[in-house]
T-cell receptor, first 113, second 120 residues
């Protein structure tokens, strides 16, 4: 069965420190992987996506993610957190062959001044 | 590019009335649009998938007669919540993508800003 797991429901970091938001998936199919950010009462904004090109993907606002097939992971990172990064982050996977979109449960990022 | 709008952003209605939410792709033609529902502090739940010119495909447990979806053009899809009740209060988000499935770069969904529905 296909599934997406965001290991942390909440992550708290100090401003200026690195951010790591974890995402793992399980599938026997090659996936397309996305990270979206949602600010309160807003829609989702695409941060970055992996679609079988380079395994290290750079996105907007200084975020990047690395696809590791051996670990079935697609963790989101940022070297230095900014207050404006405080939001909810969703890992989204499309399992090719099924074309079914699966959302992770979300990780709420808190940035402490 | 790839901007999706929703209207209205907020709506409050009385129980028993119907509410229509519009989703528009502003700078691309959306062959497929999706409607999601999001409860507080939860992830998005896919309600239905609609392809332009054909009937929507509803997810299991979603009442098609209650949540009417129309995708009459390549830039507009509407969701009508019929005979709304307080339990229908939620955040409704649409998304859109272009191209056919399996093509490079066509899996990306672009999301609207959402519509907050409150049924009194």
């Amino acid at each position: 069965a296909q599934s997406v797991t965001q290991l942390d429901s909440h992550v708290s970091v100090s401003e200026g420190t690195p951010v790591l938001l974890r995402c793992n998936y399980s599938s026997s199919y090659s996936p397309s992987l996305f990270w979206y950010v949602q600010h309160p009462n807003k829609g989702l904004q695409l941060l970055l996506k992996y679609t079988s090109a380079a395994t290290l993907v750079k996105g907007i606002n200084g975020f990047e993610a690395e696809f590791k097939k051996s670990e079935t992971s697609f963790h989101l990172t940022k070297p230095s957190a900014h207050m404006s990064d405080a939001a909810e982050y969703f890992c989204v996977v499309i399992f090719k062959g099924y074309q079914k979109v699966t959302f992770g449960t979300g990780t709420k990022l808190q940035v402490i001044p | 590019g790839a901007v999706v709008s929703q209207h209205p952003s907020r709506v409050i209605c009385k129980s028993g009335t119907s509410v229509k939410i519009e989703c528009r792709s502003l700078d691309f033609q959306a062959t497929t649009m999706f409607w999601y529902r999001q409860f507080p502090k939860q992830s998005l739940m896919l309600m239905a998938t609609s392809n332009e010119g054909s009937k929507a495909t509803y997810e299991q447990g979603v009442e098609k007669d209650k949540f009417l979806i129309n995708h009459a053009s390549l830039t507009l899809s509407t969701l009508t919540v019929t005979s709304a009740h307080p339990e229908d209060s939620s955040f409704y988000i649409c998304s859109a993508k272009w191209g056919t499935s399996g093509g490079a770069g066509t899996d990306t969904q672009y999301f609207g800003p959402g519509t907050r529905l409150t049924v009194l």
